[in-house]
């Protein structure tokens, strides 16, 4: 297998073998490679992490769901109410630590005066997180 020489032989054809010595070099040096590499990548740096006092976050508040049907009937949690149980539901919720969030939904023909009160005498209790409910799936229809 020799690729040059001194002789002159007439014979010119292309040589039709592989070497694969030097591809065989190759995968030797990167699997020594590799198994040098392995070791160092899998070592962990011990350290001793600090010690906290601190507890699991807060628990998520919870949440009302306050409702308004056409006719102005109020519901707490799906449990009809008068107004003034509700105020007082409301100024409990209030006081609770962490504070509950309020989920207003109301009926689209309700009028907007039984919601702002409601909205009012939330404020009043103090509770600060209002969310209005609402459906997205049906189209609002417009005016012509």
Do not use: C
């Amino acid at each position: 297998m020799a690729f040059g020489g001194f002789e002159q032989k007439g014979n010119s054809a292309p040589m039709a073998e592989i070497n694969m010595v030097p591809l065989i070099d190759v995968m030797l040096v990167l699997l020594v490679i590799f198994i040098i590499t392995a070791p160092l990548l899998t070592h962990a740096v011990k350290i001793d992490l600090p010690r906290t006092s601190a507890g699991s976050p807060p628990p998520p508040p919870n949440k009302v769901e306050f409702s308004i049907d056409q006719a102005g009937t109020l519901y707490w949690n799906g449990e009809p109410v008068d107004k003034a149980t509700a105020v007082a539901r409301m100024q409990e919720a209030g006081r609770q630590q962490p504070q509950p969030e309020l989920h207003l939904r109301a009926d689209r023909e309700t009028r907007y005066q039984v919601i702002a009160e409601v909205m009012a005498e939330a404020a009043k209790a103090g509770l600060a997180k209002i969310g209005f409910v609402s459906d997205p799936s049906t189209p609002v229809a417009t005016a012509p």
